[in-house]
């Protein structure tokens, strides 16, 4: 492994208690939702058709999704960097009678087939903790022609707004747009990833992907979220997450 990969791994392994009761409380749900604010599928419209297609979630944690996506129809499965993680995801299989398959393996390097999934998803798993460079070739990799790539991630323009530490995200920028790429916080010992807009775009047709949308998602006034680093009246301005859809060429 990489060095931020195994960091990552130390990281989560450390952290999958504190993400239990989420996990559990989304496998109870039948609703897929979205990101900080839980904005549901049926209103965002981000996901292609799943029913009866090969879908592979990449960095799927306690696989709250891949469970959402197999209740309608899908072939799933779901691959994490952390193997506490996934014993969380293989209890939950377990209290709610479904099972699908759960791979420990770095989403940089999946041990499997090329062009195998008809979908590849990821929320807020290899879309932030793995290096784009590498994880976005390998997720083209995997892709039928035709399929494709959705993933959530921060909104770029967040990434530039947070503080490094304690607080939340304001109307200062805090750190320089080009050159964006390894990301670590002074108060977490992890390793995330994003980019410039200009520079995933160059990315993704390098990898055989073309854009189909990019969604900028809004909070709901109102809305709460139990992370401190954006606030829902700052979320409600500006856009805090964003998702990507691609299709394979």
């Not at 609703?31 to 879908?55: K, Q, T």
């Not at 129809?73 to 939950?92: H, K, P």
């Not at 949308?213 to 109102?222: F, S």
Request: glycine share 8%; aromatic share 10%; net charge negative.
């Amino acid at each position: 492994m990489t060095g931020h990969v195994e960091r990552n791994r130390a990281v989560w392994d450390r952290q999958s208690a504190e993400w239990v009761e989420p996990g559990r409380r989304a496998w109870a749900s039948d609703e897929p939702v979205w990101g900080l604010w839980e904005l549901p599928e049926r209103d965002v419209r981000a996901l292609p058709p799943v029913r009866g297609r090969d879908v592979v979630e990449l960095g799927c944690g306690t696989a709250y999704w891949a469970a959402w996506l197999a209740r309608r129809g899908a072939r799933v499965i779901g691959l994490d960097n952390s193997a506490r993680q996934l014993a969380t995801a293989r209890e939950l299989q377990r209290e709610h009678g479904l099972v699908f398959p759960l791979l420990h393996a770095d989403a940089e390097r999946v041990p499997l087939a090329d062009a195998r999934f008809d979908v590849v998803l990821s929320e807020y798993g290899a879309s932030i903790w793995c290096d784009p460079y590498r994880w976005i070739p390998e997720a083209a990799r995997l892709l039928r022609p035709g399929g494709e790539l959705v993933f959530l991630k921060h909104a770029t323009l967040l990434t530039l707004c947070a503080p490094d530490g304690a607080g939340a995200a304001d109307a200062h920028l805090r750190r320089d747009y080009f050159g964006l790429h390894r990301l670590q916080w002074s108060d977490d010992e992890s390793i995330e990833f994003t980019l410039p807009t200009g520079e995933w775009i160059r990315l993704f047709r390098s990898s055989g992907l073309e854009v189909l949308d990019l969604l900028e998602l809004r909070a709901p006034a109102g809305a709460s979220t139990r992370h401190p680093y954006v606030t829902a009246a700052w979320a409600h301005r500006w856009p805090s997450e964003e998702i990507w859809r691609l299709r394979r060429n």
